[in-house]
């Protein structure tokens, strides 16, 4: 079993920048690629990026690339997502995600409660 829990969510305004984080306990000896996904109010999780355990590659959704960057450190267990630029339609809670390489929910196995991004205009 793998424990992941996200932090750094909030309130910014339109325009700056968060950083999110994802720590995982348990059986973190596995080679897990970690991913970010998102759920707005009223809409399917979405997939946002992915990295894989060595960190050589990243996948990312068109609508954030460019402004997000996923990051890992394996030494510390943890996962990053580091968001510039938000826009009002990034608002939703975003949760990590720990499994196999790709861009859909059935791909991972582990999964964190997720932490709230609010985007105001």
């Known amino acids: 079993q793998v424990q992941l829990v996200e932090s750094g969510g909030g309130l910014v305004q339109a325009g700056g920048s968060l950083r999110l984080s994802c720590a995982a306990s348990g059986r973190t000896g596995s080679r897990y690629v970690m991913a970010w996904f998102r759920q707005a109010p009223g809409k399917e999780r979405e997939f946002v990026a992915a990295?894989?355990?060595?960190?050589?590659?990243?996948q990312y959704a068109d609508s954030v690339k460019g402004r997000f960057t996923v990051s890992r450190d394996n030494a510390k267990n943890t996962v990053y997502l580091q968001m510039n630029n938000l826009k009002p339609e990034d608002t939703a809670v975003y949760c990590c995600?720990?499994?196999?390489?790709?861009?859909?929910?059935?791909?991972?196995?582990?999964w964190g409660q997720g932490t709230q991004v609010t985007v105001s205009p």
């Open positions: 995600a720990a499994g196999g390489w790709g861009t859909h929910e059935d791909q991972y196995y582990y």
């Open positions: 990295i894989s355990w060595s960190g050589g590659s990243t």
